[in-house]
């Protein structure tokens, strides 16, 4: 079992740039999530898909985010014109359909605007 | 609106038992979960419990749930140096709900 991995793990980039993370999740698992992480809180849900369609996006998925999972298999997120705001960590995690198995995690993009 | 609300600190010497405790909003909730957090890590599951259980017991943790109060709480007995991290909480609905975290400090 590989779990979920995400590169790259951290990301240092000036502001207004565009960044792009990849999460390949655990081979089995159809569903694939984003969440965002800041200092001090619980991640938060952005966004998720089953397969290759993204079911929903969270309010906190303003214009500049966008998530793909082209072929059902690993995802993309990518931050254009990125904000000091955008610092943060992003998590993806992923589980099997069934209604009820858990999420699991990766190990984080860390994302650090200058 | 749905939320999950933990103490933010706990200190426990080492040896003793850790209990870190949550309360949540949506009594819809079909699964309640608490997770670990290292230091620059993911979250790593460590257990659940559906929300007809009301006591779940794997190895040293032991989950409590009063879904009446709606209160969850997790036992680590014989707490060691490597549980220190941040516990997170959270409910399951359609989508997960975590609390801040509970940061959990080992003494010696």
């Known amino acids: 079992d590989t779990g979920v991995s995400q590169d790259p793990r951290h990301k240092i980039t000036k502001r207004g740039q565009n960044v792009t993370f990849r999460c390949d999740p655990i081979s089995e698992h159809n569903r694939l999530y984003w969440y965002r992480q800041t200092l001090g809180q619980g991640p938060e849900f952005l966004t998720y898909f089953q397969n290759e369609a993204q079911l929903e996006k969270s309010r906190l998925l303003s214009d500049r985010f966008s998530a793909e999972r082209p072929k059902g298999s690993f995802s993309t997120l990518e931050i254009q014109r990125t904000e000091q705001g955008d610092s943060a960590m992003y998590l993806c995690a992923s589980s099997s359909e069934s209604w009820n198995q858990p999420q699991h995690f990766g190990d984080g993009t860390r994302l650090s605007i200058l | 609106g749905e939320d999950v609300e933990q103490s933010l600190f706990l200190s426990v010497r080492e040896g003793d038992s850790s209990v870190i405790n949550c309360t949540y909003t949506d009594s819809s909730s079909t699964y309640l979960y608490w997770y670990k957090q290292e230091p620059g890590a993911g979250l790593q599951l460590l257990t659940y419990?559906?929300?007809?259980?009301d006591m779940k017991q794997d190895q040293r943790l032991t989950v409590l749930l009063n879904k009446k109060d709606k209160h969850l709480s997790l036992r680590i007995a014989d707490t060691q140096t490597g549980d220190s991290a941040i516990y997170f909480c959270?409910?399951?609905?359609?989508?997960?709900?975590f609390g801040k975290g509970t940061r959990l400090h080992i003494l010696p």
């Open positions: 419990i559906f929300s007809n259980m």
């Open positions: 959270a409910e399951k609905d359609d989508k997960i709900i």
